[in-house]
């Protein structure tokens, strides 16, 4: 079975501009959650989203935002980068259902120059 | 109350020793505890999870010890090998809701020297 597949795996965008992160979960999984790691705040739940519906949210501002497609495929998009949005933005998934076991992808590496 | 604090920051034992994590949270609806173990490069990848009804989980070398009353528990990494060099999260949430937000611990950098 696949594992959870982000892409891309690198980025490097400049202050200002806008990204948008993908994210392919285990086949049959339906909530997809997205995670921000970084060396200082360590790793921060993002948001999490379930047959195409935010389920959860955290304490982030509302230039983080996210959708999933009916095929639970998940985007996150950030909007006029900072700098301080550099970090590993992790993707994982689940079946959704009452067990809290997720699966993390490898994450996408984003520098904001 | 949402916080999970854990310790120590970094961690260096010799090949065969006994790491010690311990992690320490606020919020008493809190009922699931994993940790995950992280390489370079690589998402986080679950090692072993409790709920709060044991007191105690082992699976191969790892074990977490659990004290409800205390509201701590840690992982015990028996006959430690170079090969679990690694970042270890703990993390925390509150089943049911379906709800997937996991609190994390800041992590700790363990080396095991050979």
């Known amino acids: 079975k696949a594992g959870v597949t982000q892409t891309p795996r690198y980025l490097i965008k400049t202050r200002g501009q806008q990204v948008t992160l993908s994210c392919s979960p285990i086949s049959g999984h339906r909530s997809v959650s997205w995670y921000q790691q970084t060396p200082g705040q360590g790793l921060q739940f993002l948001f999490e989203?379930?047959?195409?519906?935010?389920?959860n949210k955290g304490n982030f501002p509302g230039r983080f935002s996210g959708r999933q497609f009916s095929n639970s495929r998940s985007e996150m998009n950030v909007s006029t980068l900072e700098l301080g949005d550099s970090a590993l933005y992790l993707c994982?998934?689940?079946?959704?259902?009452?067990?809290?076991?997720?699966?993390f992808g490898p994450g996408t590496r984003l520098t904001v120059l | 109350q949402q916080q999970v604090k854990q310790s120590p920051q970094s961690l260096i034992v010799q090949k065969g020793g006994i790491p010690i994590i311990n992690c320490a949270y606020e919020n008493t609806a809190f009922d699931y505890f994993p940790w995950y173990q992280q390489f370079p490069g690589k998402g986080p990848a679950l090692l072993i999870a409790i709920r709060p009804d044991v007191s105690e989980k082992k699976e191969g070398r790892f074990t977490i010890s659990f004290n409800k009353s205390a509201k701590q528990f840690s992982l015990h990494i028996m006959d430690s090998q170079p090969g679990d060099s690694a970042t270890y999260f703990c993390?925390?949430?509150?089943?049911?809701?379906?709800?997937?937000?996991?609190?994390f611990g800041q992590g700790t950098r363990l080396t095991i020297n050979p």
């Open positions: 993390a925390a949430s509150k089943l049911g809701q379906g709800a997937q937000k996991l609190v």
């Open positions: 994982a998934s689940n079946r959704g259902s009452s067990g809290n076991e997720q699966f």
């Open positions: 989203y379930f047959s195409e519906t935010q389920r």
